[in-house]
């Protein structure tokens, strides 16, 4: 199914007890990705995705604050190494892609591959897709509500 949205909107992904948060890229810009090794550079289209995964649930605020982090200022993102023990307190973890593909057989912020993002179990195996104008989701697990948020719900 395809939702289409505005600049100034946000796609929201409801499971029983997390939720995905998407936003279309807008401006092409320069994704810089860190890990312990090499910085690696992406390059972000406008119709690429940033999606916020928050696979234990919570306030929908610092997930806007992180899409808007990552989409509107170009924040690098930083991945840990499989072994850290900070990724278990990650409450939130971005990706950014034209396809996206969530799993809950991840560690939280330990893949720079932009394609594949942590998820709850209620949410797994989602591909979202981004498309001229919107957002396309495949694969959406029943009892998962998908809504479109206003700019007056984001800002």
């Keep these: 199914m395809k939702w289409t949205l505005s600049p100034d909107t946000l796609l929201l992904i409801e499971g029983q007890n997390s939720f995905l948060l998407a936003g279309r890229a807008e401006r092409p810009f320069t994704l810089h990705i860190e890990t312990t090794r090499e910085e690696l550079s992406q390059a972000v289209t ?10 234990e649930g919570g306030p929908l605020e610092p997930a806007i604050m992180l899409l808007d982090l990552v989409r509107k200022y170009h924040t690098p993102l930083v991945v840990l190494p499989r072994e850290h023990p900070g990724s278990k307190r990650l409450k939130l973890v971005v990706a950014v892609s034209g396809e996206i593909l969530t799993s809950c057989t991840i560690k939280r912020g330990t893949h ?13 195996g989602i591909h979202i897709k981004g498309r001229e104008g919107g957002v396309v989701i495949e ?16 800002r």
């Design 139 to 154: 694969e959406l697990p029943r009892g998962i509500t998908v809504r479109i948020l206003p700019s007056g719900v984001i």
């Design 46 to 55: 406008p119709d690429d995705l940033v999606v916020v995964s928050s696979p």
């Design 112 to 124: 720079p591959e932009q394609h594949l993002l942590c998820s709850s179990e209620g949410l797994d």
